[in-house]
């Protein structure tokens, strides 16, 4: 039987353009039929997502015996190794609202890490530009769902939710993973 292919269109939001009443009922199309969409022109910086990029590999290059120092059994629970909840990434977590602060105690407890205070202050400058855009599309979301939603769920539930953000290093499939180590 011949293969079929057939081709969808994720839906779009660009947050960059001011919310009408056709910006709304697409993007509450997008969530009742699909569940996600595809944000364009969110405004973060590139140069900021470089930059922890960068930082955040060099904590992934350490070696497992220094990463481990935040794992699950450590004080500060930060790192998740491979094969907790997948054999193809590592993570790292970096709870809001103060970024700086979380960043800051991790790599506390890497002393071979290089740059530990370059490294959270991109993570606070990350943090800070995701939050706002978290912020700005919830608020969007609820204010598809109808302005009572806007107003009603958006003060009470999301104002005050600070969230973290979760640096992933992922494996290729098929690369080994030795006691932490890739191979």
Request: net charge negative; glycine share 4%.
């Amino acid at each position: 039987m011949p293969e079929s292919h057939s081709s969808v269109e994720l839906p779009v939001f660009d947050i960059s353009q001011p919310i009408s009443p056709s910006c709304l009922s697409s993007l509450s199309l997008a969530c009742n039929e699909w569940g996600f969409f595809h944000i364009i022109n969110h405004g973060v910086s590139k140069d900021v997502y470089r930059k922890l990029h960068s930082l955040s590999t060099s904590i992934f290059s350490l070696p497992y015996d220094s990463k481990i120092k935040l794992g699950p059994s450590s004080l500060v629970k930060t790192y998740t190794p491979h094969f907790i909840a997948s054999p193809f990434f590592e993570s790292l977590r970096v709870s809001g609202p103060d970024f700086f602060a979380s960043a800051q105690s991790s790599t506390a407890f890497l002393p071979d890490h290089p740059n530990p205070d370059e490294f959270s202050e991109a993570v606070k400058e990350y943090g800070t530009e995701m939050s706002e855009l978290s912020r700005r599309i919830v608020k969007a979301v609820l204010m598809s769902m109808g302005e009572d939603s806007a107003e009603k769920f958006y003060e009470s539930d999301f104002n005050n939710c600070h969230g973290y953000l979760r640096i992933n290093s992922y494996s290729p499939p098929g690369s080994s993973t030795v006691d932490g180590e890739r191979s």
